[in-house]
Nanobody, 121 residues
């Protein structure tokens, strides 16, 4: 079974920066795409961006210019770096991963439980 766990959420002051991690573990044959979402209070989950297995990234308008997604393939960890944070960025941040597992190479699509980011002075 494959799982992902987010970490790095914290209380940060407006204008600050934060780096979130998404660590994948388990019976991984491949990780194809890792997506980052967030959910603000009272709203649905919103896509921020993704990174592919070859390191290509794509961002939605929510994330362009302030958020950067990167990946350390050796540790199966994906990062979401956020800068110039404001109160509107207060949310629970989630990652998802798709790929193939071992030993059957069946497809998986897993979500983490999220990590909370609070932006406040």
């Amino acid at each position: 079974q494959v799982r992902v766990v987010e970490s790095g959420g914290d209380l940060v002051q407006p204008g600050g920066s934060l780096r979130l991690s998404c660590a994948a573990s388990g019976n991984i044959f491949s990780i194809n795409v890792v997506n980052w979402y967030r959910q603000t209070p009272g709203n649905t989950r919103e896509l921020l961006g993704l990174i592919s297995s070859i390191g290509m990234t794509s961002y939605t308008d929510l994330a362009k210019g302030r958020f950067t997604i990167s990946r350390d393939k050796a540790s199966n960890t994906t990062y979401l770096e956020m800068k110039n944070l404001s109160a509107e960025d207060t949310a629970v941040y989630y990652c998802t991963a798709t790929g193939q597992n071992l030993p059957t190479r069946a497809a998986y699509n897993v979500w983490g439980r999220g990590t909370r980011v609070t932006v406040s002075s």
